[in-house]
Each structure stands twice: as structure tokens, then as C-alpha cells.
């Protein structure tokens, strides 16, 4: 399998370095491609996401980018694109106006009540309890669904062409406020997958939180990826990286648990198209 990296966060949104840097890291690494897909921009006040004034910047940079390395690594732009309903923007108008080689599809954000109200599942701990304490006044279950709801209501209107670290849910979780095998849970797992099996999405296997050592599992994993094999869930790998020496951190791992699970390939972004490739 080469290395490749689809879902990478640069300085125009809450990466560290330029793109140009990341390319220059890939090219070293012998990667045969790489997607850059920083947070769309959303309002001013989530620090994480572009600047809508800095959008046009990010698309030319990323084409002269593509030009420029032409023959030496093949580049494609991308947007990671938050799912907040009644609030975000068409995927299929940001693919259309930004002219973007595929889709990531992502909740960071779960809606809880007004348009104001957020619970934000990234960042310090404190963020998580904080909203299912504030936001869903202690009810686990019922912030928990908000969560799988959002990410199957933008799965069915939205069709990303990739979903973006799936049951993200858990990162912050680690079997304090639930337990991960309860019946409840993996009922809303089970509609997930369906929802991901009728759209066909393509799911990915992201390792941020394995090499970042904030959760001892990628997302998905267990339950959530072996379902995915028996379902034939299309699958890529993902280090969802914000830093050039984190391009292809954890692909190791998730090739690994992919193999041990049963999968033969993975899905690579190749000439327009995603195509399977032997892991």
C-alpha cells in the first residue's frame, strides 16, 4: 500500500505549518499523494476553522501547489466540512463553488437547543462534560444520541464522500460518563451503520487519537469496524494530521487492525475517483 494522507489541517485553519511544508514532508516520505482539507469556515468564534476572509487564499495556494509539484506528488484540495443543522452550508455547494476534489463530512459541533447552543466533543475534557452537564443537564444517552442523529441526518442529506472520525464520541468518554457496550449504544451504532451502508459513503479509519494518546482506539474501532467489514463499508485511512510529521502516524496501526479484521483493501482518491487499493 503507498502512503497517502486525505484528511490534513494546515496554518490556514488550526494546523501548525504551510502547506507548501507538508508537501515538502510527503515528497520526503515517498507518499504518492496528498489532500488538504482545512475546516470550513463557520462563524469567527470556533478559533479551529478558516477565516472566511482567508477561503480564497487557501483554494489559490492549494492550486499552485498542484502545479507546481506536478510529477512529483499528486495534490488534491479538500474541506472538512462541519455538519450543523440549520447552520452549516450544502456540502455539494462548497464542492461546486470551492471546485473541491471530495468531501470530508464532520460533527464537532452537536446542536443542543438554540442556534447558540453547542456541545463541542474535541478539545480539553472539560469541553465534554461541561456540555452534557450545561447543555443536556447530565443526560449521557440523550447527548450521546444528539451526536449519532447529527452525524445520520448529515450522512442522509449531505452524503460527504468521506464521514470523518465516525464515533468521535467516545474520545473524551473513555467509559466514564457510558458504557460503550450497552444496549442503547450500540443500537445507535447499528443506525449509523445503516445509514452508512445505504449512502455508501467511504468511512475513515482515523488514528489521531491513537498517536496523540488520547484514546487507546482509532475511530472507528471494535464493534463499529467490524460491522463495517460485514457490511462492506468502503474504508481509508486517515491521520487527520496537523503537523507534516504527522502525516501517516498510526497507518501502521490501522493497517494492522484493518488486516486482522478481514479487510483487503482500502480506498485511495485516484483521477477523480476512489479507488480500491491492497493494504
Keep these: 500500500m503507498t502512503h497517502f494522507s486525505f484528511h490534513t489541517h494546515s496554518s490556514f485553519c488550526d494546523g501548525k505549518m504551510t502547506p507548501e511544508t507538508y508537501v515538502l514532508h510527503a515528497i520526503s516520505l515517498g507518499m504518492s499523494s496528498i489532500g488538504f482539507s482545512s475546516h470550513a469556515p463557520l462563524h469567527d468564534n470556533f478559533v479551529w476553522a478558516m477565516k472566511s476572509d482567508n477561503l480564497e487564499s487557501y ?18 484540495l479538500s474541506l472538512e466540512i462541519d455538519y450543523v443543522p440549520g447552520v452549516s452550508q450544502s456540502f455539494e455547494k462548497w464542492k461546486q463553488e470551492c471546485a473541491l476534489d471530495y ?7 452537536v446542536k443542543a437547543g438554540s442556534e447558540r447552543d453547542f456541545w463541542f466533543l474535541d478539545g480539553p475534557d472539560r469541553n465534554y ?10 443526560d449521557v444517552q440523550k447527548a450521546v444520541s444528539s451526536y449519532y442523529n447529527q452525524v445520520i441526518e448529515m450522512i442522509k442529506e449531505q452524503k460527504p464522500d468521506v464521514i470523518g472520525h465516525i464515533d468521535k464520541v467516545k474520545m473524551n468518554n473513555k467509559n466514564i460518563f457510558f458504557d460503550e457496550k450497552e444496549d442503547w449504544y450500540i443500537d445507535l451504532l447499528d443506525r449509523t451503520l445503516a445509514s452508512v451502508e445505504e449512502s455508501n459513503c467511504i468511512v475513515e479509519v482515523n488514528t489521531r487519537g491513537i498517536y496523540k494518546k488520547k484514546s487507546q482506539e482509532l475511530f472507528p474501532d471494535s464493534y463499529f469496524l467490524e460491522q463495517c467489514y460485514r457490511r462492506k463499508i468502503r474504508m481509508t485511512i486517515s491521520s487527520d494530521a496537523h503537523h507534516p510529521d504527522e502525516l501517516i502516524a498510526g497507518f501502521d496501526t490501522a493497517k494492522k ?3 486482522d479484521i478481514g479487510f483487503e483493501y482500502v480506498y485511495v482518491f485516484f483521477e477523480g475517483e476512489w479507488m480500491p487499493e491492497p493494504i
Aim: charged fraction near 30%.
Design 129 to 138: 462534560s461541561k456540555g452534557i452537564n450545561e447543555l443536556f443537564y447530565g
Design 103 to 109: 468531501t470530508i463530512g464532520s460533527v464537532h459541533l
Design 257 to 259: 487492525r484493518l488486516k
Design 59 to 76: 483554494l489559490s495556494e492549494i492550486e499552485r501547489l498542484k502545479k507546481k509539484y506536478e510529477g512529483e506528488i499528486t495534490i488534491f
